[in-house]
């Protein structure tokens, strides 16, 4: 469980980022080499290496190089991951929330 934790913190945390976040949304389309993924932000190239890193750190992606090119590609069973965990949050949640309405219905019952 603790690993489990662990594995989902550093997916949260490189999801935390908005360019990171626009780097997964663009990398769902298929995978991409980093100048492309790097054209649409006002970064220099060092900087965006930093939110690749993160990103492949998490396991979120990875990337292979061929001669000078490096392309990136999405972990999809990483992204899952994460969406799993929300899921389970969301059931939790929804489950409370409908337990409180039928509680409150209950306490606003019409007088007879």
């Known amino acids: 469980m603790v690993n489990q934790q662990t594995s989902l913190d ?3 945390h490189a999801l935390a980022d908005p360019t990171r976040r626009a780097v997964i949304a663009r990398l769902l389309i298929g995978a991409a080499p980093v100048k492309r993924l790097a ?5 220099g190239l060092p900087a965006f290496m930093k939110h690749l890193s993160v990103l ?3 396991g979120l992606i990875r990337s292979e190089k061929q001669g000078r090119t490096r392309t990136c590609h999405i972990n ?4 899952a991951t ?3 965990w929300l899921s389970e949050q969301r059931a939790v949640w929804q489950g ?3 337990r409180l309405a039928e509680f409150v219905e209950s306490q606003n019952l019409p007088n007879e």
């Open 76 to 79: 999809a069973d990483r992204l």
């Open 82 to 84: 994460a969406e799993d």
């Open 56 to 58: 492949e750190t998490s």
């Open 96 to 98: 409370r929330t409908d």
């Open 10 to 12: 550093t997916v949260f």
């Open 39 to 43: 054209e649409p932000f006002a970064m």
